[in-house]
């Protein structure tokens, strides 16, 4: 099973609105990774968390807050966001070789979450 | 830092024919991993076919393979028996060995079967 799991498909929030984008996988997998996508581009890495660590922040704005309550769960918390915060959530998953090991620690995509900001 | 380039915005290929993507990519490492991944219109990511750097056997996944040259540093994916399901946005990713977790993505190749 390589689901990875994203609630809610579609968000429309305001600017002073406070909104929470989850993501659920049940593989197993230690790291988890949150990505923004606008329209025909890559996904650009935002945070990795490693073994519920967050390990990584891509320089993202305090307006974007992750949180990991547990090794199944990512969720992303959003407040005042801007218009041009408007994109394609997505969240992924992965083993997590770590130091433990290599291996190409591929990751899984969930669907994502489609964020309009008016 | 490393990069990875793919050179065609957009393609197309009949129905049932053959069709190739290239993505070249620049390191100094040796050890590392490349995949491609496809974007269709419902959003999601999903793993086409990965490589591993260490291995000279090109990756095969039913109708999707890979030319993997390492000394060029090109692995292009070649899609057989084209399908109208296989039309999506293909991205080509790398991977350094070891506990780094990013991935490098290429700008992508919207590919397009037409019937």
């Known amino acids: 099973d390589t689901e990875v799991t994203q609630t809610p498909k579609h968000l429309v929030m305001g600017m002073t609105n406070k909104k929470s984008l989850k993501c659920e996988q049940h593989m197993g997998h230690r790291a988890m990774y949150w990505y923004k996508q606008k329209a025909k581009k890559p996904p650009e890495l935002m945070f990795v968390y490693s073994y519920e660590k967050l390990s990584i922040n891509e320089s993202v704005p305090s307006r974007f807050s992750p949180e990991c309550p547990n090794s199944s769960l990512l969720n992303l918390h959003l407040h005042a966001l801007q218009p041009e915060d408007s994109a394609l959530y997505l969240c992924?998953?992965?083993?997590?070789?770590?130091?433990?090991?290599?291996?190409?620690?591929?990751?899984?995509f969930g669907p994502g979450t489609r964020l309009t900001v008016l | 830092a490393q990069t990875v380039t793919q050179s065609q915005p957009e393609m197309s290929v009949q129905e049932a024919e053959t069709v190739t993507l290239s993505c070249t990519y620049d390191?100094?490492?040796?050890?590392?991993?490349l995949f491609w991944y496809k974007q269709p219109p419902s959003r999601q990511m999903i793993l086409v076919i990965r490589?591993?750097?260490?291995?000279?056997q090109n990756a095969t996944e039913n109708r999707f393979s890979v030319n993997f040259q390492k000394a060029a540093k090109s692995f292009s994916l070649k899609i057989s028996d084209s399908q109208l399901g296989d039309t999506a946005m293909y991205f080509c990713a790398f991977r350094y060995s070891g506990s780094a977790r990013q991935l490098t993505f290429g700008s992508g190749t919207q590919l397009t079967v037409l019937p």
């Open positions: 390191t100094s490492e040796n050890n590392y991993y």
């Open positions: 490589q591993e750097a260490y291995k000279q």
């Open positions: 992924a998953s992965s083993q997590d070789w770590g130091t433990s090991g290599d291996g190409p620690d591929t990751q899984y």
